[in-house]
């Protein structure tokens, strides 16, 4: 079944390091894109990427970094400059960047906290 | 001020019960999507609409452009039906403004 993988589901860190959340589809999506959800707050584009070796910055990339290394994989990098980086965080893909959330996959998303 | 608004935020029912969720938003759209968020944290789309109504199954959409109104309604709702409700709007290329959220409870 094609879809997309994002490990882990719940993923604990202290506080100073470094963590990086896996995201991989393999529907053949060209773009992929990294949410943060927090309570009381609709989804906030972090990054996205509509093709391979390229990616632009969402509403707020601060703090995060990503790489498109592979059309598969789009792995998002929660770094010690980020400051409050406690939230829930979902991976989605689409076959090319549109705004028919329709065409979006979400992946299951994954828990990070930071303590 | 957030651009897209829905209300209730938080809703249990009963059982068969009819149940409304609101949207309502402040910019220009050419469609509206409602989306729905299973406990377990995954999405799936519901509903795109751009006018009208829209129904599949017990879900009908509707929509108002010139009210900037949308409403989802779950008819002879049923507990499977407890998720998060998430209306969104496109505003430029591949972003959308995302409602809070409507968490539904449908007790047995």
């Known amino acids: 079944d094609g879809g997309i993988t994002q490990s882990p589901k719940y993923l604990f860190r202290k506080e100073g390091q470094n963590v990086t959340l896996s995201c991989e589809q393999n529907l053949n999506h060209d773009a992929m894109y990294w949410y943060r959800q927090d309570p009381g707050q609709g989804l906030r584009l972090i990054y996205y990427s509509q093709i391979v070796n390229d990616f632009q910055k969402g509403d707020i990339a601060e703090g995060y970094s990503v790489s498109r290394e592979k059309k598969e994989s789009f792995p998002l990098t929660v770094t010690s400059a980020q400051k409050n980086p406690t939230a829930f965080y979902l991976c989605?893909?689409?076959?090319?960047?549109?705004?028919?959330?329709?065409?979006?996959?979400f992946g299951s998303g994954t828990r990070l906290t930071v303590v | 001020k957030n651009e897209v608004e829905q209300s209730p935020q938080n809703l249990t029912a009963q059982e068969g019960e009819f149940i409304t969720i609101n949207c309502s938003y402040s910019?220009?759209?050419?469609?509206l999507h409602w989306l729905q968020q299973h406990p377990g944290g995954g999405i799936v789309s519901l509903f795109m609409l751009s006018s009208g109504k829209k129904k599949h199954g017990r879900l009908i959409a509707t929509i108002n452009i010139q009210e900037k109104h949308s409403s989802l309604h779950i008819t002879a709702s049923h507990p499977r039906d407890s998720a998060v409700y998430i209306c969104?709007?496109?505003?430029?290329?591949?972003?959308?403004?995302f409602g809070t959220g409507t968490s539904l409870t449908v007790i047995p």
């Open positions: 969104a709007v496109p505003f430029t290329g591949n972003q959308f403004y």
């Open positions: 910019v220009g759209i050419s469609a």
């Open positions: 989605a893909s689409s076959i090319s960047g549109g705004n028919l959330l329709t065409g979006y996959t």
